[in-house]
């Protein structure tokens, strides 16, 4: 595959741009449309999940669906206003498979989530955060490069070459697919501890 060259992203509304071309991957033949980061320019924090879900992908913008409400609950919780953060995800098109008329989440495979590391860095560069919550697994390869198991780096801080710290934690829709009451109500708390050891960083 043609490596895609763009010319110098500075800004934000630039990488929007450039990342609706993107065709790096085979993902964007299925998705409806690309979903970029959002946030303030010179966001602290920046918090990075899996990929978008069915919500995401027809409204183009992060977080919106279930996964989102858990996650917008948990930053009330742990005192960091969404409006500050900057939300974006390790891959930038749904991918799924159809069953049915529905479309299912599919995890991204390492291939895609190396592909896609390139706009992740770029929107580092960008908005230069001080510090970064990977949410879940697929997060956590992009942001780190290789494969990582969330209990054994959880609740550590790890810095990274460019200074930024970053906080390990589960993505909200592992909340979702929890059936018991208590077993969510616990990872819930989990999930709010990890925010707010993050917030303490970026004081």
């Known amino acids: 595959m043609m490596e895609q060259i763009h010319p110098a992203i500075e800004t934000l509304a630039e990488l929007r741009v450039a990342e609706g071309t993107c065709t790096r991957c085979p993902l964007y033949k299925d998705a409806t449309q690309v979903v970029p980061g959002e946030g303030p320019n010179e966001a602290k924090f920046m918090l990075v999940g899996e990929q978008p879900g069915d919500s995401e992908d027809v409204a183009g913008r992060p977080f919106v ?9 948990a930053l009330v919780d742990a005192g960091i206003p969404r409006e500050a953060t900057f939300v974006t995800n390790a891959v930038k098109h749904f ?52 494969p990582v198991t969330i ?3 959880r609740g550590r801080p790890i810095d990274l070459p460019d200074g930024t710290r970053l906080v390990i934690t589960i993505h909200p829709s592992a909340l979702l697919r929890t059936e018991d009451e208590a077993d969510r109500r616990a ?14 960083l970026g004081h």
Do not use: F
Not at 65 to 73: E, N, Y
Not at 128 to 140: C, E, N, Y
């Open 65 to 73: 669906g279930p996964a989102g409400r858990i996650l917008d609950s």
């Open 95 to 146: 991918k799924h498979e159809m069953r049915g008329k529905r479309r299912l989440h599919k995890r991204p495979n390492a291939y895609e989530i190396e592909r896609c590391k390139w706009w992740n860095d770029l929107e580092r560069r960008i908005v230069k955060p001080q510090v970064v919550v990977a949410l879940g697994a697929t997060a956590a390869r992009s942001m780190l490069g290789r």
């Open 151 to 153: 209990s054994t780096v």
């Open 187 to 200: 990872k819930y708390q989990e999930l709010v501890s990890d925010l707010q050891a993050a917030a303490r």
